[in-house]
């Protein structure tokens, strides 16, 4: 019912940047929040940043002031830019939404299938 397409991972350099985006398709009526989770090898998936319908961002203590979440309501589309990137951000990074769907009652959450990030070098 609901698909979460992620692009933008890939290798890059310590101090380097990317930027992933997920893009969202579905029968929805609201997306009430959007986030973007890692999971590193050997560990639990971790959230990393959030957005809700207002705009609202919160971020983990250790990607504040080097990643940013962003949005596109008209476009269904939610981003992470990623600077001075650390061996340390190398992960899986999956795309969240919260949606209700068109005809729903309650909210439903959806997972991306994931794009690697790898920062090395």
């Known amino acids: 019912q609901v698909q979460l397409v992620e692009s933008g991972g890939g290798l890059v350099q310590p101090g380097g940047s990317l930027r992933l985006s997920c893009e969202i398709f579905?029968?929805?009526?609201?997306?009430?929040?959007l986030a973007w989770y890692r999971e590193a090898p050997g560990k639990q998936r971790a959230l990393v940043a959030t957005?809700?319908?207002?705009?609202?961002?919160d971020y983990a203590d250790s990607v504040i002031g080097r990643f940013t979440i962003s949005k596109d309501n008209a476009k269904n589309t939610v981003a992470l830019s990623m600077n001075n990137l650390t061996p340390e951000d190398t992960a899986v990074y999956y795309c969240?939404?919260?949606?209700?769907?068109?005809?729903?009652?309650?909210?439903?959450?959806?997972w991306g299938q994931g794009t690697q990030v790898t920062v090395s070098s």
């Open positions: 969240h939404a919260l949606v209700l769907l068109v005809g729903g009652h309650i909210e439903t959450d959806w």
């Open positions: 579905g029968n929805i009526f609201n997306i009430n929040e």
């Open positions: 957005i809700d319908s207002g705009g609202a961002t």
